[in-house]
């Protein structure tokens, strides 16, 4: 079992930034991969970042070159830089986890960029 709590969300300005924390316990050590998704009213969820165990990233073409995905050295807590955002980027960003194979997310922390 992994339990992830997400912080860090809030409203924000178009060109800002935000960073947002993921901090994750239970079995942390058969974590294969976290990722951070986002939900915008009336879409579907979608993948924004991902970082494997060996460092390896992997975004979403509509944050490249703004968004930066990140864990500390203790693998405890999972970090997204979010540069020059965009209105477009408003919407509710869930943490996840995968362990063997299972899916485990938090209860997601609201992004809202507007002027």
């Known amino acids: 079992q992994v339990q992830l709590v997400e912080s860090g969300g809030g409203l924000v300005q178009p060109g800002g930034s935000l960073r947002l924390s993921c901090a994750a316990s239970?079995?942390?050590?058969?974590?294969?991969?976290m990722a951070w998704y986002r939900q915008a009213p009336g879409k579907e969820r979608e993948l924004v970042a991902r970082?494997?165990?060996?460092?390896?990233?992997n975004y979403a073409e509509a944050v490249k070159g703004r968004f930066t995905i990140s864990r500390d050295g203790a693998l405890n807590t999972l970090l997204l830089q979010m540069n020059s955002l965009r209105a477009e980027d408003t919407a509710v960003y869930y943490c996840?986890?995968?362990?063997?194979?299972?899916?485990?997310w938090g209860q997601g922390t609201q992004v809202t960029v507007s002027s």
């Open positions: 996840n986890s995968v362990n063997f194979g299972r899916d485990y």
């Open positions: 239970g079995n942390i050590f058969t974590i294969t991969l």
């Open positions: 970082i494997w165990n060996s460092g390896i990233t």
